[in-house]
Each structure stands twice: as structure tokens, then as C-alpha cells.
């Protein structure tokens, strides 16, 4: 704890609204020896203000520093006093002084027109920074033995190029595939789309070459024929069990990277496109095949066709397929509801509930359908010159350098393009195939005969098959099941590629969205440099992202343990298993310091040395509640994530932006972190309302720790009895979903909520 704390204001950064000799004086009279140091200096942001401040610590005049100034969130390269100094960082410019207006509207210009609810709010911030301070220690980081070695879990087009790229990094690589053969799916291709000048024309896949590079290389051991059983452990000490059919065989890694790439979606899903019907409607993977031996033909006759057609507009005939799909759910359910009340026979209506989920792979496998139709076209036209190919879009999804490639297509004669939506493929009057679609470029229906049709199919994650990654976890074997992705792994899309709720694993190439092999192989190293960053930050006791440095962890207070289990249950990693009884068994290195797991706790008994029930509890007792609401005013508590909220009130101040003074603010790990006794002191002791802003959640959750501001969301259940029971109204608690760049609505959530605040009234604790 911090017992000797210097305060420095940093007047270059708050001037000229704000006086801070007063400022000085006051924090002086009230913290008297806890603060032996308080000075005002004008060049504080400098090489010489830095030094002035190292000096007062090398002299042991101080042991923590709090710098009054401008946001945490700059400079903070300069204010670096290694981690065996605690220094906390007062934002006075960007969410106090920049901001502020008077009570009455008004902006002041000079200090003169300043009201002095200016100066209370800089002193409630202040007397925060420092209660913070002494409720904080010197985080010790946990000393772990790692073993840097990386499993690669799948030895396809992505898994070869995140091994070879590990192992020219000086990594030891296990690299495992369950087939016989490395590869994948990528070497049954017989070419890929191009990747490199002039972007015209299909290129050789470059697996053979790839393999030989994997196989040449000392740092990798190639495990063929071999699935992973079982990964025990933590980041930095794992146990990986795998099994080549004849026995089992224990590796220790590090970390690992998920490249276990994709599987051809069930051709049942192709049915409505004639596939199954008809034999000369085939999948482009069945083409794939036929291209890769030489020969295009149609499955029927064996004899080389003169018309192809390639599938890419379907979507309304799909949407009927759901919308009868879904009168017979509605009537599965129905039929279940009937049988509960024992007038029938429960029916099995799980098949029915997952038909018209499986169609969106092939929408979500869009640009690959499309590139690969003009990549096919182009096959028949190598393979039969005189035949003619079409293809039949609804949306040509040719992005960046594939318009170049598309235009290619387009000056081929043997290569007609148009859009249509087709509605129909049914067997044609020469025994061909008659495809009927609508929406065209002419304007009209069209009724197009062809040889072999040709039907896209979606690319599915191994993940949405099996666990392929097979987890001594308590919270399970797989990655949490994201409905909204249909299996793919669940990297975090919006903030951090790569990314899975099981730190130290990193997901790569199709098994996380489907991509194109370039992205594939890009993607492969992305994933290989975070799973050694992660090997890296473990190794040195630090979190890795979004708190990446941070020598945090939770620590426990088992005696105080009721075994509830809310925090294994809440935690987004997975970082906490449990024993027989239930008591938390913390695996440090999986944790991301998020403070989920704190927040969840009912008895308070997990903190971290910088950040803890306590210190939070302490710094809202700072806030100076004024007694009477009409005169001075209300007093309100926001409570920022400090990934996506603290960020955007910063931006919005510095845009020029003002919001109420009544109004103050304590960022937090994540809102996850937030638990109700904090909510139920300030609320006890006099403020007026709290407002939590976090990121958004749901099914486009852009939460940098996954679930954090959804649990907080929940736990606003509790919060109403909690203030039920105070008397006091559940609308003085509030939560707002923000993103980074919401910076523009902030001032108008304030302002919308201190409305809402005055229209309440005075808290009914207010006074005591």
C-alpha cells in the first residue's frame, strides 16, 4: 500500500480555467504525511518535469506518484517509472476541464467566469487518485516456467505456413494432422486464385513446395495420422495428449494455434439446387476434382459437356426453404407442447430446428463461391475450349484485386456472366438440365439450358463438427458455441483477430472465416505471432491483450469462500477450474485481468494488488455529495470500461464537446469487473444516480473481454432488489451500450440521464 504519495499538477495541461495553488493547499490540509510532496509545475510533460519527479522518488521522499494532468491515455510513454513504482494519472483536462460547463449552460472563457463547482470537481478527482493509491500494491507477477514450443493443430495450406513461419522464427513446432498426408483440402486443388501480377489468371496452390520446405525443417516435428486427445494446463504449460491410433504420446507446449481448416458442407443443404436429383448437378469441389485429373464430364454419360453453369444466385429460393422450414418448426413445437400435456407422443424436432441455421454457411462462404466460379469457368475453357461457361450470380463478390480477375472473365467470349436469382434446376427436355431464374440483366425471366451445373457448398469450421481442440477445461472442450458465426471460432472480430476466449490458443485461416489461401497464409502468421507473444508475455508474468503488460492477477481469499461457483461459471477464458467442492483453482496464465471473476463474486473475496473491491469502494467515498440537490446540485457516478468508454469521453472533449458538471467518473477493467456493492455504497451514501458505460453486447458483442458488459447487464437484477430494499428507484441505475466511436453521443447520454436524475428528485439517502 502506498503510504508516501507525491502530487504533481501539470498546470501546462489544465490552464487557464482551473487554479491549481488552491488545489495544492487543499490536498496539502487533508492528506498532510500521506502526501509529503505536492507541487504545481508548468512543464510537467517533459524530459525535465520527468526527472524532477524521479529525483523525489530516488530521494525516498515518495514511494507512488499522481500526476495531475491530462488523460492516462497520453503520454504515457513519458510517465513510465518502471513497475516497482505505483502512479496513477489524474485525468483533470480531458473529463473535467475540457469538458466543463457551468451549472447554468453556460462556457466560460476565462477563470473568472468559472463557477467553483469547477474546483470541486477537480478535488473530488484528485482525492479519488490518491484513495486509490493507498488501496493499491506493487503487482508481484507469477513465476512461471514456460515451454516454448507451439503446437499447430492441423497440418493444412494454413497450418504448414504458421509452422514454417514459427519455426524460421526459432520456435520448436509440433505440428499435428489427423490425416495420413499434410496438405489438406488446399491439395486437392487443382489451381487457386492468383496471387500475384497481373492478377488475371489461376496459379499453381504451391503445396508441394510448402510441404517439402515443413519437412526439411529441424525445429518440426510432423505428426501425421494424429488427433489431439486431450490439452491440460495453462498458457506456457500445456500437456497435449495425442493419439496416432496405435498409442498416446504427452507433448509440452506453450500455446497453440488452430488451423484445422474446413469441411464441405452436407450436400442434403444442395438438394433444393438439384443436387442429388440429378447427377450431372455436381458440387466445385467435385469439379475441383475432375479439373485436377485432366478431365471435365458429366457424371450421367461420361462424355465431355458443351455447357456449364455455375450457381451463385440463390437466396429467395433458400428463403422459401426457411419460411416452410419454419411453419414446420412452429409445428414441431406445437405438436411438442401438445405431448407435454400428454395428448400425444413428444416428436423428435431437432432436425427440423437446424436445417435453416446450415443454409447460412453458403452465405457466409459468398467471396469463396464467387472467385471460385470464375476460377472454374476458367477451367473450362483450359479444358474444353469449345464449350461455353456461365455463371449465374446474384452478387459478384470480387474485391480488391479480384476485379481484375473478374474483368478477365468478363472479356472471355466462352464466358458468359449475368445476374439472376434462380428459382428452379430441373431435368431438361434433351436430358440436359434447365435452370429458370428471375432478376436478370435482361429484365426478364430466363430459362437457361445447360450440360452440368455446377452448385456452391459452404465452407463449415471443423469446430461447428466436434471439439477439435479437446479441453481439460471446467467450463468444456471446445470453444464457447457462438451461435451467430455457426461454429467458427470464436476470435473476437471487431478488436482482436485471432483471438479465442481460451488464451494462449489462436485460431487461423478457414476453421475463422472463410478466406482465400493468400489470407490464409497471412493469417497463419498472425496467429503465430500472438501465440508468441503470449509464450512471451507468460514467460515475463504479464497479461496478454487488451491488458497486455499488466502483472495483475487475481488472488483469492478462500477462507471467505462459499464455493458458488458464479466466478468459474463467469469467467470469458475459462481461466478458473474448481475442485470437488467447488473452491476456484486459478490457472494465472490464462487469465486476462478483466475482473470478471470480482465482479461475480457475492462475497467479495478475489481481488487484484491494483484494483479491488476496496480501492473502488474507497475512491466513490471521495466523491464530496452536497446535502442539498436544488442549490448545488446532484452528484452522479459513471462507472467507464476503459476500453471502448474512458477512450470515447476522452475523444468527445477533445472534439470540443460539453456535458454536465454534476457528473463523476472511475473507469473500470470492464464492466464485467463492476459489482453491486459499489452501486449500493454510492447509492447509500447520498449520489444521485450511476450511469455504466460499456461496450455493446449481444450478437455483434464488441466487448474486448467477450460477455463483460452482458453480465453486467444481468447483474442489474440484483442491483434492483438490492435497491428495492433501500427504497431508493431502480432508474437512478442505468446502462448505456458505447463503442470507441460513439464519442459523439456521450455528452447527450450525460446530459439524458442528469435530466432524468432532476426530474427523480434528491436520492432519499441524501444527508445521512
Not at 352 to 381: C, D, P, W
Not at 571 to 592: H, I, M, Q, S, Y
Request: aromatic share 8%; charged share 25%; hydrophobic share 35%.
Amino acid at each position: 500500500m502506498a503510504e508516501k504519495i507525491g502530487v504533481y499538477f501539470d498546470t501546462q495541461n489544465i490552464g487557464p480555467l482551473l487554479d491549481c495553488e488552491p488545489l495544492a493547499e487543499k490536498v496539502r490540509s487533508k492528506w498532510g504525511k500521506t502526501c509529503p510532496v505536492v507541487k504545481v509545475e508548468s512543464n510537467l510533460s517533459t524530459e525535465a518535469g520527468k526527472k524532477l519527479i524521479q529525483a523525489d522518488l530516488d530521494s525516498g521522499e515518495i514511494e507512488a506518484v499522481c500526476i495531475c494532468g491530462s488523460s492516462p491515455r497520453v503520454d504515457w510513454d513519458l510517465f513510465d517509472f518502471g513497475s516497482h513504482v505505483l502512479l496513477d494519472r489524474v485525468n483533470l483536462r480531458e473529463q473535467c476541464v475540457w469538458p466543463y460547463r457551468n451549472p447554468d449552460g453556460s462556457v466560460p472563457k476565462k477563470a473568472e467566469e468559472v463557477d467553483k463547482l469547477l474546483g470541486e470537481t477537480a478535488l473530488d478527482y484528485i482525492n479519488m487518485s490518491i484513495s486509490k493509491l493507498q488501496k493499491s500494491a506493487i503487482p508481484q507477477p507469477e513465476d512461471l516456467e514456460t515451454v516454448k514450443r507451439i503446437l499447430v493443430l492441423g497440418g493444412g495450406w494454413t497450418g504448414l505456413n504458421a509452422a514454417l513461419g514459427l519455426a524460421l522464427t526459432g520456435y520448436e513446432v509440433a505440428l499435428v494432422e489427423k490425416e495420413k498426408e499434410l496438405g489438406g483440402y488446399a491439395a486437392k486443388l487443382h489451381k487457386t486464385f492468383p496471387k500475384s501480377p497481373p492478377y488475371a489468371k489461376a496459379q499453381e496452390t504451391g503445396v508441394p513446395e510448402l510441404i517439402n520446405q515443413v519437412n526439411s525443417q529441424d525445429k518440426i516435428t510432423v505428426y501425421t495420422s494424429t488427433s489431439l486427445t486431450e490439452l491440460a494446463g495453462q498458457p506456457g504449460q500445456y500437456s497435449a495428449v495425442l493419439n496416432n491410433g496405435s498409442g498416446q504420446e504427452t507433448v509440452q507446449v506453450g500455446s497453440m494455434v488452430v488451423a484445422t481448416g474446413w469441411e464441405p458442407q452436407d450436400t442434403k443443404y444442395l438438394e433444393p439446387l438439384g443436387y442429388g436429383r440429378n447427377k450431372n448437378v455436381i458440387t466445385s469441389m467435385e469439379l475441383e476434382e475432375m479439373a485436377k485429373n485432366g478431365r471435365i464430364v458429366c457424371p450421367a454419360t461420361g462424355q465431355p459437356p458443351k455447357s456449364v453453369a455455375f450457381i451463385l444466385g440463390y437466396s429467395e429460393l433458400l428463403a422459401d426453404i426457411a419460411q416452410k422450414e419454419e411453419e414446420e418448426k412452429k409445428k414441431a413445437e406445437e405438436e411438442k407442447a401438445a405431448a407435454e400435456q400428454g395428448q400425444d407422443e413428444e416428436p423428435a424436432i431437432e432436425e427440423v430446428f437446424e436445417k435453416t441455421e446450415s443454409y447460412r454457411h453458403m452465405g457466409f462462404t459468398n467471396e469463396i463461391s464467387t472467385l471460385n466460379a470464375l476460377k472454374q469457368a476458367g477451367y473450362v475453357r483450359e479444358l474444353l475450349p469449345d464449350a461455353i461457361a456461365s455463371i449465374l450470380y446474384e452478387h459478384m463478390t470480387a474485391t480488391g484485386i479480384f476485379e481484375l480477375y473478374y474483368k478477365e472473365a468478363q472479356n472471355d467470349p466462352g464466358i458468359m456472366l449475368s445476374k439472376a436469382e434462380v428459382y428452379s434446376v430441373d431435368s431438361g427436355p434433351e436430358g440436359n438440365l434447365m435452370i429458370r431464374a428471375k432478376n436478370t440483366l435482361l429484365g426478364r425471366d430466363i430459362a437457361l439450358e445447360a450440360d452440368l451445373v455446377v452448385t456452391p457448398t459452404g465452407l463449415v469450421p471443423t469446430t461447428a463438427l466436434d471439439p477439435v481442440i479437446q479441453l481439460a477445461y471446467r467450463q468444456g472442450a471446445a470453444f464457447p458455441d457462438l451461435a451467430l458465426f455457426d461454429g467458427f471460432a470464436d476470435s473476437n472480430y471487431i478488436c482482436f483477430p485471432y483471438e479465442t476466449r481460451r488464451t494462449g490458443i489462436y485460431a487461423a485461416g478457414t476453421v475463422r472465416q472463410p478466406m482465400t489461401m493468400a489470407k490464409c497464409a497471412a493469417d497463419a502468421q498472425g496467429a503465430s505471432l500472438k501465440a508468441i507473444q503470449s509464450l512471451e508475455s507468460v514467460d515475463r508474468g504479464v497479461a496478454v491483450h487488451p491488458r497486455s503488460g499488466d502483472l495483475s492477477y487475481p488472488l483469492f481469499n478462500f477462507v471467505r469462500c462459499t464455493q458458488c461457483k458464479r466466478c468459474t461459471e463467469e469467467c470469458p477464458f475459462g481461466a478458473l477450474d474448481d475442485d470437488e467442492k467447488g473452491t476456484p483453482k486459478p490457472n494465472t496464465a490464462r487469465c486476462r485481468r478483466c475482473g470478471t471473476c470480482m465482479g461475480a463474486c457475492p462475497e467479495r473475496v478475489i481481488s487484484f494488488d491494483n484494483y479491488s473491491v476496496g480501492q473502488i469502494g474507497s475512491m466513490i467515498t471521495q466523491i464530496k455529495v452536497p446535502d442539498e440537490m436544488e442549490t448545488e446540485g446532484p452528484r452522479i457516478l459513471i462507472l467507464a470500461c476503459e476500453n471502448d468508454a474512458y477512450p470515447a469521453l476522452d475523444m468527445a472533449a477533445q472534439r470540443g464537446w460539453k456535458w454536465s458538471p454534476y457528473v463523476r467518473v472511475i473507469p473500470v477493467r470492464c464492466l464485467g469487473s463492476v459489482n453491486t456493492i459499489w452501486i449500493a455504497d454510492a447509492m447509500g451514501k447520498g449520489n444521485d444516480g450511476c450511469l455504466l458505460l460499456g461496450c455493446k453486447y449481444g450478437d455483434d458483442y464488441q466487448c474486448h473481454f467477450m460477455k463483460g458488459s452482458e453480465l453486467c447487464d444481468r447483474r442489474m437484477k440484483n442491483i434492483g432488489e438490492t435497491l428495492d430494499r433501500l427504497g431508493v428507484e431502480l432508474e437512478r441505475v442505468q446502462q448505456e451500450q458505447v463503442a470507441i466511436d460513439d464519442y459523439d453521443m456521450i455528452p447527450g447520454i450525460i446530459d439524458s440521464f442528469v435530466e432524468k436524475i432532476f426530474q427523480l428528485g434528491p436520492n432519499p439517502f441524501k444527508g445521512f
